[in-house]
């Protein structure tokens, strides 16, 4: 019920009521008056003046109960609800955000209630994000000052072996003046990966969104990228089983960011004992394309598979930068495919190989690239009736199949 109605029937039952009372008492009052000033009766004057007296009792009765039953109502509808309201304010004053304001009815006190709720919750959310945004920026200060410290530390050390005399050569010289200047180079890519992220992870970084052949890019990326894998032992294979005029939205500057960071981790966990090889696949996957990226290296163990695309997440607890690099490369291959509308994950066994799969959105027809307003399917391993899992087993099962087959052929 309203406030506004709970007053007014409030106003009529402590004003109207009783008034009703009371001219009614007089006006039988004013009936039986008459009657003995007609038949001149004296004890009727007596039992009149009792009347009087009842009657005004009565109502002075009736008029403290009627009070005491406001007082209760309105209490119970407008203080209580009040000073649980005040009392909640004053939690949240003190820092406890997990104090809820009760409301229970439809009047507006408990929609004033209600509204404070809905802002205590608010304000919960917003000092949980921002108590999760501090501890994640202390911890990226701690990876980056750690992650500094050590070339850092190498430099200072080899530059003091250069001052003391303690390189006498020229060859050690010049084996220290060029840890110096890797280790210099370490620093650089730190610092420009860390900048890459900040501004991918703020938002500022201007993508340029087009309709890609992506067939026709990943046969120059390929071709671009084989000669210096053959430097490395390492051999470059795609194989294009999607429709080879299929398009993309995508932006072809960060894409062959993607790819480059994606085969500098597979190279750099490669196996020594065997030659490197990688292979790129793309098959058709609904509203989407999917790309694999499959080596035959050490492989990630299923206890670090889930984090590897964390920021300066790395599978060393060492933080080694010698074989873990920055710890942000797969981070920013994320945030790039998920800026592209698309989804990446990883699968891989020790020993055996890793395979990264991205999703790309394909492009439909009459489709702007740019087009805000472009509604996305979510990212799908097939198109078909199958259950996701079941779309993830068969397509595993397939990938080891062709890889098989595609290594049978190389040799």
Known sequence: MKLRRRIVIAFVMILFVPVTLMLQAIYKTGEFRKEAMLTEAGPEVEVYTQMVTQSVLSLVILMIVLAVVMAIWLYRSVLQPITALRVSMNRMKEGDLDAPVPHEGDDEIDELCADFEDMRRHMKTLLEEKMAHEEEQKELISNISHDLKTPLTAIKGYAEGLLEGVAAT?????KYVRTIYQKANEMTTLVDELSMYTKIDSGTVPYNFLNLNLHEYLSDSVEDLKMDLELQNMDLAYFPYADQGVEVIADPEQLARVLGNIITNAVKYR?????GLICIRTKDAGAYVRVEIEDNGKGISQKDLPNIFDRFYRTDASRNSRTGGSGLGLAIVKKIVEDHGGRIWAESTEGTGTTMILMLRKVHPGEMPDDPGVQ???????????????LLKQASKDAKQEARR??????
């Open 406 to 411: 595609e290594r049978r052929n190389l040799k």
């Open 170 to 174: 020229p060859e050690k010289q010049e």
């Open 271 to 275: 196996d020594p004992e065997k030659k």
């Open 376 to 390: 996305r399917e979510e990212p799908r391993e097939d198109s078909g009736e199958m259950s996701p899992e079941e």
